[in-house]
Each structure stands twice: as C-alpha cells, then as structure tokens.
C-alpha cells in the first residue's frame, strides 16, 4: 500500500501494489558462482576454507535480502484521550 502526501495533504489516492518486497541481486548468485568454480591446488587449505566462508556468507546475505522489506513504513498510534472507546479502552469505530 502506498499514498503520497505534499505538506500533509494526501496528493493521491491509496494504492495497493502486489508484494514488491523481496530484494533480488543478480551479481550476488555470480559472485557464487564464480568462487565455486575457482581451481585451487589440493595443498591450499586455508585459501579453500576462505573461499567456503565467502561463499557462505553470500548465501546468507542473498537469503536475508529475500527476506527484507523496501520502502518506508509509518505506524499510526492515536491518542487515548481522542479515540477513547466507551469502555475507556482505545476504539476507533467507523
């Protein structure tokens, strides 16, 4: 959901998009790939170890980045004393 708003007076009506969520970066899936297909000699063991923490790590960050959230988020928390129900608990009834 989205709407815009110029010095506090909405500017458009709300609009309600499909989920855009999700982040997707391509360069990451090649950078994976490129560290797996990298040839090192059998003897180089901490280069190896390297490599698979690198690979790791952007396995993670692509996977936390489906995860995340774009844009901005504003939460609306009226006042009590305005939008006090008739059992004095917060109520907004339209």
């Known amino acids: 959901h989205s ?3 110029e010095r ?3 500017a ?3 609009q309600v998009r499909k989920n ?3 982040m997707e970066d391509s360069d990451i899936g090649v950078a994976i790939d490129r560290l797996g297909s990298t040839k090192l000699e059998d003897d180089d063991a901490e280069t190896k170890e ?4 690198q690979i790791q790590d952007l396995k993670l960050l692509q996977k936390l980045q489906l995860k995340r959230k774009t844009g901005t988020t504003v939460t ?3 006042d009590i004393t305005v939008f006090k129900g008739e059992k ?3 109520d907004i009834t339209f």
Do not use: W, Y
Not at 50 to 53: C, F, N, R
């Open 8 to 10: 506090g007076i909405a």
């Open 76 to 78: 609306f928390l009226p």
């Open 20 to 22: 855009e969520a999700a």
């Open 88 to 90: 004095g608990k917060p």
């Open 12 to 14: 458009n009506s709300l």
């Open 50 to 53: 390297t490599i698979k923490q």
């Open 3 to 5: 709407m815009r708003f």
